[in-house]
């Protein structure tokens, strides 16, 4: 790495973070009921009085957050992005400020109060994911997002709205985020756009007020992470549902804390009918993609109306869970490698402990470049059962020489120790 390509430096607390890696996000809302992706209410351009239903028998009777922060935990999970509230504006906790929150639905107790407690208790870090957007708010105006857009006259339906209202509102509720529930250590706000659609403008930093929205959140929760998607880099570059193949870098070329969303299937909220899920060994390799390129991950989860994880949520943080048992090694604390890897293998790197992830497992022998000189030990990481090498000075280049039955583990990691 040059000298200077220094990680950009900015105010929010950033080293739990880039060390922790690997991070479960939560899309929990009234959608969850309807079951057809959380952005239902605005894709099928369902009324508010139909939408209201959900309202009315929003009841997860089997919620039970403790579960949930175990699933997370034994997955690897270090910590835990919840949405407190999503595009629909319904408010998964206690609030003064609208009665559109779980206080006012049957189940009637705040759902965050809990979560936060349940993950803490597991020892993971808490953020919030908070929408810009709010397709519920008396004042939140038309835009190409909002289910009102092709069906209302936009001078009519804005007359009475006011942004600047509404921005405020934003402010209150973030001020009970970050002062009702301890210590946050991430605000992950969600997000801002320049399109126009007949004639109805974008929205971004200065709808939200995303400066003093900012300051506020910096002034309450001082080591706080903060995304960027407020229209105002922060700390956090968020790429979403893409891989980047290499390390983020804003604007200016210089190289940022970043951490890639990724979902299970083609949907953030729960969705019963949508069959893309991706397979556990494809996530395990995004993670080993993501720290391999300096990044962290957030994989997410869409918990059932009822409360409770799917089987296929579960089953998939299960099969990471055993490999992260035997591999967390290479993923926690660990980044991008000074060494260039071969097509079939992907390093990380902990100081002196280089990690190859082996993705097409070769018949006998693999060959690495590089780091010859000084090389000390290697052994395979699930099981730390040697693995002997041989070195060619003259090309840099080691042979280790693995077993021909490939280890019974997803993606097989050989641990080299550097002199
Ligand atoms: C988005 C979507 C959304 C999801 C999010 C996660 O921009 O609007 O539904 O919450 O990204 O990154």
Redo the contacts with the bound molecule.
């Keep these: 790495m040059p000298e200077n390509d220094a990680i950009r430096q900015t105010p929010g607390n950033t080293e739990w973070f880039t060390h922790d890696r690997f991070g479960m996000f939560i899309?929990w809302g009234l959608y969850a009921m309807p079951a057809r992706h959380?952005?239902v209410k605005t894709n099928e351009q369902i009324s508010e009085e139909k939408y209201d239903k959900y309202f009315k028998y929003f009841n997860p009777d089997l919620y039970d957050p403790r579960e949930w922060a175990r699933y997370a935990k034994e997955a690897g999970m270090k910590y835990v992005v919840l949405?407190a509230r999503?595009?629909e504006g319904f408010c998964l906790f206690d609030t003064k400020y609208t009665d559109y929150s779980v206080m006012h639905t049957p189940y009637g107790k705040d759902l965050v109060r809990e979560f936060v407690d349940a993950f803490r208790a597991e020892g993971l870090h808490i953020g919030f994911?908070y929408s810009l957007l709010d397709w519920h708010h008396p004042d939140y105006t038309l835009d190409r997002f909002h289910p009102r857009r092709d069906t209302e006259d936009i001078d009519e339906f804005n007359e009475l709205r006011s942004m600047k209202k509404y921005a405020e509102y934003m402010r209150n509720q973030v001020t009970e985020l970050l002062t009702n529930y301890g210590k946050i250590d991430i605000m992950w706000f969600?997000?801002s756009f320049r399109d126009e659609y007949r004639g109805m403008k974008g929205k971004g930093r200065d709808d939200w007020e995303a400066e003093k929205l900012i300051a506020i959140v910096r002034k309450l929760q001082p080591d706080i992470i903060i995304d960027n998607r407020a229209d105002i880099e922060q700390d956090l570059w968020?790429p979403?549902q893409v891989q980047p193949t290499e390390w983020v870098r804003d604007d200016n070329g210089r190289r940022v804390v970043w951490e890639a969303?990724q979902t299970f299937s083609g949907s953030?909220g729960y969705h019963r009918d949508e069959q893309t899920w991706k397979s556990p060994e494809l996530l395990i390799r995004m993670l080993i993609n993501t720290v391999s390129c300096g990044g962290n991950l957030l994989l997410n989860v869409g918990p059932t109306s009822r409360g409770y994880f799917d089987s296929r949520a579960v089953n998939t943080l299960t099969e990471i869970g055993r490999w992260m048992k035997y591999h967390a090694r290479s993923i926690y604390g660990c980044t991008q490698a000074d060494y260039e890897a071969p097509g079939d293998v992907r390093y990380t790197q902990n100081g002196r402990r280089l990690y190859a992830h082996i993705f097409a497992y070769p018949f006998r022998t693999l060959v690495l470049k590089g780091f010859a000189d000084r090389i000390d030990y290697a052994q395979f990481l699930h099981d730390g059962s040697e693995i002997l090498y041989d070195i060619d000075e003259k090309e840099n280049a080691v042979t280790f020489h693995l077993p021909v039955i490939k280890p019974d583990v997803t993606v097989p990691v050989i641990e080299i120790m550097l002199k």
Aim: net charge negative; charged share 25%.
């Design positions: 899309h959380e952005w949405t999503h595009h994911y969600d997000f968020t979403e969303c953030w």
